[in-house]
């Protein structure tokens, strides 16, 4: 299968960027180094190329009550140009995967999705319509999407569009428009930081990426690649599908129960999470730090005086806090404090069971 590019492919090559291989996409996963890349995220801001994101766009009459139906979180709260976290669930309570809804009108809604998920998601969001009253369609391919993150990245990106965006408040977007592109400027992110994610068109990447590299560079800006968009999502203990989420994990072992609104109305799995409400979670989802040395890596097993607990989801050594810290599923009797030993290498390596997020930042 012939992997696909992004239109700032070119730039990343000129950076002298390592390409890796990602659901299906040929990426950068470092610059000059993913330590370096992570800490400029955390002390300036850091820039990274995420258009192999997909895009869903739902548009029609009965658009809001279709988005209500095959999300957990409320629809209903979501004001024009807000932003919201939300999950897709299968009918077992599965996250099919996490999202960020975009309400353009009461008609018209974009889903910003997981590149891995991208055909499955569509496929997905087709075979939920029941009849409702709208157009679905995947307009992955006409947009290009990048992240500008980290506190200066207000500054940055203001002075790139020679427009204050200090008044767009978090989770909120607006539309604007920049040499003759319109875009959509959106203040998420999924590194724990203050920053933006520009959706725009395809050919328009590279402009703006250009563009905010120059408007940066007083500021500190960095290319940053996938190495550090990992890095800076597990300090944050944010799920990534694939490791702490899958068709098989519901919200609430993922420890994302706030996304699901059981009282905002009907919608696919709702039937099958009162049923683990009823029950109760029997895992879940554990942040630990390392005592001993090592770093915990996805797979690695978990043990408690002898016995195994589970395994690890995502593990690294965290650039911001110097320590080696990790997620894992891990039996419910688990509590926080709690010594735990992780195999490494053949080895049992002490471990202490914290509170997630390990790092923690106040933001607007």
Request: one cysteine or more.
């Amino acid at each position: 299968m012939k992997l696909k590019r992004t239109a700032m492919f070119p730039i990343h090559q000129e950076l002298g960027a390592r390409i890796v291989e990602f659901a299906g996409w040929e990426m950068p996963v470092q610059y000059e180094g993913l330590r370096e890349e992570h800490l400029a995220v955390r002390r300036d801001a850091g820039l990274f190329d995420v258009s192999h994101m997909g895009e869903i766009e739902i548009r029609g009459k009965e658009a809001a009550l279709f988005c209500q139906r095959i999300t957990t979180n409320d629809v209903g709260v979501v004001r024009d140009f807000q932003a919201q976290y939300t999950l897709f669930c299968n009918h077992q309570g599965g996250v099919v995967d996490d999202v960020i809804l975009y309400k353009l009108a009461e008609d018209n809604f974009l889903f910003c999705v997981n590149a891995s998920n991208t055909a499955k998601d569509y496929e997905w969001i087709i075979g939920a319509n029941d009849n409702y009253d709208i157009e679905i369609e995947d307009r992955s391919a006409q947009y290009s999407q990048i992240a500008l993150q980290g506190p200066r990245s207000g500054t940055i990106l203001s002075e790139c569009l020679s427009a204050d965006m200090s008044s767009l408040r978090r989770f909120h977007f607006l539309p604007f428009t920049w040499k003759g592109m319109d875009m959509l400027v959106a203040r998420t992110g999924y590194t724990g930081e203050d920053g933006f994610e520009i959706f725009l068109p395809w050919d328009g990447g590279p402009a703006l990426w250009n563009g905010l590299t120059e408007s940066g560079r007083a500021c500190g800006v960095k290319p940053c690649g996938l190495g550090a968009r990992d890095t800076l999502r597990i300090d944050m203990g944010y799920s990534l599908y694939g490791h702490e989420i899958s068709d098989d994990i519901n919200p609430f072992e993922a420890g994302l129960g706030r996304y699901v609104k059981m009282d905002a109305g009907d919608f696919i799995g709702r039937d099958a999470l009162n049923k683990v409400l009823a029950e109760g979670v029997k895992r879940r989802i554990y942040g630990f730090r390392m005592i001993d040395r090592g770093i915990p890596r996805e797979g690695y097993r978990v043990f408690r005086d002898g016995t195994e607990i589970g395994r690890v989801t995502s593990g690294t050594l965290s650039p911001s806090l110097e320590k080696s810290i990790g997620m894992g599923y891990l039996t419910s009797e688990v509590a926080i404090g709690d010594r735990i030993q992780i195999e490494i290498r053949n080895t049992f390596r002490e471990a202490q069971v914290v509170n997630i997020p390990f790092y923690k930042k106040d933001i607007n």
